[in-house]
């Protein structure tokens, strides 16, 4: 089976770099105890397969953000390697758009021109804070249609009724999509994200922290609507969490990273139920 | 004719980086090119780049005709008529066809310009992204990337808050399909002028600071959906009352005490010229 996504070796250091700041014994943590830099993610490699949803746990500064940045291209990594559709890229045809670039090719090295086209085309990134993905003083509509536009849509008709199904389907009252976000509640907010993130059709979806900020009614729906989605549109999805349950009741693999390293990985059930990694035992038991 | 100042007022040295940013603003077409906008005696934002780029192409030989919004008689239009005359000698004209550099402010002409003339706009603000964002930092990317999304959103919330586009003078252009680009506050009747032109068309902002061209025979269009199409200004059954022109930019005038409204040509000298019965 081939992966959708595949990642090698990603590594970020924010400072000066040293050889030692990715030696496996640093006692420091992040921090290398040569020259200081701070290693936020140190040679982390995994995959991701069609249809499947990978989860990253990890305490605050563990890097799981940064790896999410990296792979939306919000972030430059110090080096690392990501493919995508290795084999059989032409499977993400889009018409009009030429993507065959990204055959056999590192996209981390891509230009900035072209890292936004397969962002735009192939990706979808939902934010834990609605502020970051979101316009907040635009539509509703505008919003959702802003990745179209990126896409190249040139059709008000078309961008609003697509702007409409999104919205009924992540059940947001569609006679609102005129009105800006700032206007809505928090859930609703992240629910106009995910539309927003769902436009283009994307392969992969990440969402980072997708439900911290809401109480646990709203949080419930939240997770509910993301579950129905991604069987419906038969997503691959990475969902970034320290919580515990959102791993447990979204994810089927996980891995758990601590330090800016991965230490575990494995099924969701198996690294819950039987985690062998002293981190990660911590990490279980402590949850309430 | 002797003259107190260099041949152009600017000297040689600021002439030929001038010449160098129109040359590569040529051979980027669209593309705002920086440049070391010089002092002139006029205030800048009055004219100061489209000024900077006549002194500089301009020969002995060479015929000038400035106009500000269509019309040779306007202060600004005669003052640096005036101005140019008396630092270099040229002649000037009210005659589109005659001149050889027409420096302009927020028209073309309605007469067809030939290979053998340049048209220079003065620009206020070179930056069709500014009011979608604030910071040139950003724009400098997003044109380096051709990333446009924030203008066409621009649009499409215009589009839905008040049916229509809400865009006037000035209206957003792409230029060779690449850079989107501010045409001057010209209105959107003289986009379609700018589009496969034989003419060189030189922009300028002096107080911005920036040089940009669309060279002759250059595809540009207006921004639009296909369901909202880029529109020109609607004249039709409206005709200048003093010359009768029909399918011109028109002016409103507006009769302070009967309240009637009448039309005139903004282009004075194509208007004088159909009145006199020079054209058709």
Redesign the interface.
């Known amino acids: 089976m081939i992966p959708v996504l595949e990642v090698k070796n990603i590594s970020k250091i924010y400072g000066k770099e040293c050889p030692h700041c990715l030696d496996p014994e640093n006692a420091g943590g992040s921090i290398c105890p040569f020259c200081h830099s701070v290693a936020a993610c140190r040679d982390v490699s995994f995959s991701l397969y069609e249809d499947e949803v990978l989860g990253i746990v990890g305490e605050s500064g563990s890097g799981k953000s940064t790896l999410l940045k990296i792979l939306n291209f919000d972030e430059e990594p110090t080096r690392g390697v990501m493919e995508i559709g290795r084999g059989n890229p032409g499977k993400f045809g889009i018409k009009g758009i030429n993507l065959d670039f990204i055959e056999n090719a590192n996209l981390l090295t891509l230009n900035?021109?072209r890292k936004?086209l397969l962002r735009n085309h192939l990706m979808g990134m939902v934010y834990q804070n609605p502020h970051l993905g979101l316009?907040m003083h635009?539509?509703s509509?505008?919003n959702i249609?802003?990745r179209l536009?990126?896409a190249g849509w040139?059709?008000?008709?078309s961008?609003?009724s697509r702007a409409m199904e999104l919205l009924i389907k992540t059940e947001v009252p569609p006679e609102r999509m005129?009105e800006a976000p700032s206007k809505f509640s928090g859930g609703m907010q992240q629910r106009v994200q995910i539309a927003k993130a769902l436009s283009n059709n994307p392969i992969i979806l990440y969402l980072d922290e997708p439900t911290t900020g809401l109480d646990l009614s709203v949080q419930a729906r939240v997770l509910d609507l993301v579950k129905k989605l991604q069987k419906e549109l038969k997503l691959a999805m990475i969902v970034v969490s320290h919580d515990l349950g959102i791993i447990r009741h979204l994810t089927s693999r996980t891995i758990v990273m601590k330090n800016g390293r991965v230490v575990e990985s494995g099924l969701t059930d198996q690294v819950l139920e039987d985690p062998q990694n002293a981190y990660t035992q911590l990490l279980v038991h402590s949850n309430l | 004719m002797e003259l107190d100042f260099n041949f152009g007022f600017l000297d040689e040295n600021a002439k030929r980086e001038i010449r160098r940013k129109i040359l590569k603003a040529i051979a980027i077409p669209g593309y705002q090119v920086p440049f070391g906008s010089r002092e002139m005696p006029i205030a800048r934002g009055w004219g100061t780049g489209g000024l900077q780029i006549t002194l500089s192409i301009i020969g002995p030989d060479d015929i000038l005709k400035v106009i500000d919004q269509g019309s040779d008689d306007s202060v600004n239009a005669v003052n640096i008529k005036k101005f140019i005359g008396k630092v270099t000698g040229v002649g000037t004209t009210e005659d589109t066809l005659k001149a050889t550099i027409i420096q302009t402010r927020h028209r073309i002409p309605e007469e067809k310009l030939s290979e053998n003339q340049v048209l220079v706009f003065q620009v206020p603000l070179p930056e069709p992204l500014r009011i979608v964002e604030h910071s040139e930092k950003e724009t400098r990317?997003m044109h380096?990337?051709?990333?446009y999304?924030a203008m066409?959103?621009y649009l499409?919330?215009s589009?839905?808050?008040f049916g229509e586009i809400t865009l006037g003078a000035g209206y957003p252009v792409m230029v060779n399909s690449r850079y989107l680009m501010s045409p001057s506050p010209i209105p959107r009747f003289d986009i379609p002028r700018l589009s496969m032109a034989d003419t060189l068309y030189l922009f300028c902002a002096g107080r911005e600071k920036r040089i940009y061209a669309i060279p002759p025979h250059t595809y540009v269009e207006g921004i639009g959906?296909?369901?909202?199409p880029f529109r020109i200004e609607d004249f039709s059954g409206k005709s200048c009352a003093a010359c009768g022109s029909e399918g011109t930019y028109l002016n409103e005038i507006i009769d302070d005490e009967t309240g009637s409204r009448t039309y005139q040509c903004s282009d004075t000298s194509w208007c004088r010229k159909v009145s006199r019965g020079a054209v058709k």
Do not use: Q
């Open positions: 900035p021109y936004r316009k635009i539509s509509g505008g249609g802003e536009l990126m040139r059709n008000i008709g961008i609003r005129d | 990317r380096a990337e051709a990333d999304s066409w959103l499409y919330e589009i839905v808050k959906f296909e369901d909202h």
